[in-house]
C-alpha cells in the first residue's frame, strides 16, 4: 500500500513540475483563449497577442522564472520559427495561413507565431532545469547538429524535392538509441529512452495544435470554413520540430558546460 501511495505521490509531483515547465506555453494558450473575447479598440487580436506574449517573456525573467540565457535560447527559437513562418504562409506554399489583419507583421506573418516555437523551447529548457535531466550514452554533439541541420532544410525542400522525414525518422531513431534521459521527480533517479521522450512530447504538442487552431491561431486549409481535426501527419512534423528544439538546447548546454570545464 505504501508502495503505491509513494507511486501516486511522485506522479503528482511529476505532473506539478511538468506543469511548472509548461508556465510559458499554459500562459500563452490564456492569452489565445483571452483573445476571442477581449477586444480593444483600434488593437488588432494578432498584435494583442504579441504585445501579451511579450509582457510574460519579461514577466518571466523579471521575476526569475527564466535566465538570461533561457531567454536568448528562447530568442532564437522565436527565429528558427518565424523563418519557418514566412516560408510556409507565402501564397505558393500556403500549407497554413494568418487570414486576420495586424500590425505586428512580416509579411504573411504575425510576429506573435514566433512565440509558439519559443514556446516548445521554453517548455524543454524548463523541463532540463526542474526535473535535473541529464543524458546518458549521449556523445555525439557535433553530428546532432549536422541532422538538426538536415531536418530543419527539409521543412523547406519538402515542398520541391522528396520529403525525407522517412528516411530522417528511422536515422533518428538510431541515432538515439542508447541514449537515455535520466531525470528526478522527487528523489529516486528515473530514466526513459529518449526517443520515448521525443514522441510523447510531439504527440501533446499536436494536441495543443488542435486546441491552438480551435482558438484560431492560425488555419489549415481543411479548416478554412469551419475547424477540423488536424492530420495526424502533423506528428511527425512536431517529432521532427522537438528533435531540433532538443538538440539546440543539449548543444548550448554542452558549449557552456565546456566553457566552464576550460576556465
Not at 494583442?48 to 528562447?74: H, R, S
Not at 519557418?84 to 507565431?113: A, C, D
Request: charged share 15%; with cysteine; aromatic share 20%.
Amino acid at each position: 500500500m505504501s508502495r503505491i501511495k509513494s507511486a501516486l505521490h511522485e506522479l503528482l509531483v511529476f505532473g506539478l513540475k511538468e506543469a511548472r515547465a509548461c508556465v510559458f506555453a499554459g500562459s500563452f494558450f490564456v492569452l489565445l483563449f483571452l483573445s476571442n473575447y477581449v477586444h480593444i479598440d483600434g488593437l488588432a487580436r494578432y498584435d494583442f497577442l504579441f504585445i501579451g506574449a511579450m509582457a510574460l517573456q519579461l514577466i518571466l525573467y523579471l521575476t526569475g522564472v527564466e535566465t538570461k540565457d533561457e531567454v536568448k535560447t528562447i530568442f532564437l527559437f522565436h527565429i528558427v520559427g518565424l523563418c519557418l513562418e514566412i516560408f510556409k504562409t507565402h501564397p505558393s506554399v500556403g500549407s497554413w495561413s494568418y487570414p486576420e489583419e495586424g500590425i505586428f507583421k512580416i509579411g504573411t506573418v504575425p510576429l506573435y507565431s514566433g512565440f509558439m516555437y519559443a514556446a516548445v523551447g521554453s517548455y524543454i529548457a524548463q523541463a532540463w532545469k526542474i526535473l535535473r535531466i541529464e543524458l546518458a550514452g549521449f556523445k555525439h554533439h557535433g553530428w546532432s547538429v549536422v541532422l538538426c541541420a538536415a531536418i530543419y532544410v527539409n521543412f523547406f525542400t519538402n515542398h520541391f524535392f522528396y520529403d525525407i522525414r522517412y528516411i530522417l525518422i528511422p536515422i533518428i531513431f538510431m541515432f538515439f538509441w542508447r541514449t537515455r534521459v535520466l531525470f528526478t521527480v522527487t528523489e529516486e533517479r528515473r530514466w526513459m529512452p529518449l526517443n520515448l521522450g521525443f514522441l510523447l512530447t510531439a504527440f501533446f504538442i499536436w494536441v495543443a495544435e488542435n486546441i491552438s487552431t480551435f482558438f484560431g491561431a492560425w488555419k489549415y486549409p481543411n479548416q478554412a470554413h469551419s475547424w477540423d481535426v488536424v492530420s495526424t501527419q502533423k506528428v511527425t512534423s512536431w517529432f521532427l520540430m522537438v528533435i531540433i528544439s532538443f538538440i539546440i538546447v543539449s548543444f548550448l548546454k554542452h558549449v557552456k558546460e565546456d566553457r566552464f570545464a576550460n576556465k
